[in-house]
């Protein structure tokens, strides 16, 4: 069973900085394409960022582009996003997700974390 934990979200005022993680469970971190979704109150989950098995290949979301960047430690199983400039538009739940199938370019998500909230406040 693979299970995903994230942490690092919280209470940050607009300009600010998180950096969130997602410590996945098992052997086999490092054969998964790993993403980051975040779902605003009343809105669909949205994708904001991914990163391939290696971490040699990442892509964003244009809303997020230039300001987040995610990484990854394939040795302590963990997945970062680094986020900066935060405005009260990034406030959300965030999620972790594990592709164990599919490629890089189309992966399809088996895993979920249960998510971390953060808040920006304007």
């Known amino acids: 069973q693979v299970q995903l934990v994230e942490s690092g979200g919280g209470l940050v005022q607009a300009g600010g900085s998180l950096r969130l993680s997602c410590v996945v469970s098992?052997?086999?971190?490092?054969?998964?394409?790993m993403g980051w979704f975040r779902q605003a109150p009343g809105k669909e989950r949205d994708f904001v960022a991914k990163?391939?098995?290696?971490?040699?290949?990442?892509y964003y979301a244009d809303a997020v582009k230039g300001r987040f960047t995610i990484s990854r430690d394939n040795a302590k199983n963990t997945l970062y996003l680094q986020m900066n400039s935060l405005n009260a538009e990034d406030t959300a739940v965030y999620y972790c997700?594990?592709?164990?199938?599919?490629?890089?370019?189309?992966?399809?998500?088996?895993?979920w974390g249960q998510g971390t909230q953060v808040t920006v406040s304007s």
């Open positions: 997700a594990a592709g164990s199938r599919g490629s890089y370019h189309l992966p399809i998500y088996d895993y």
């Open positions: 098992g052997r086999t971190f490092s054969s998964y394409t």
């Open positions: 990163i391939s098995t290696l971490g040699g290949n990442t």
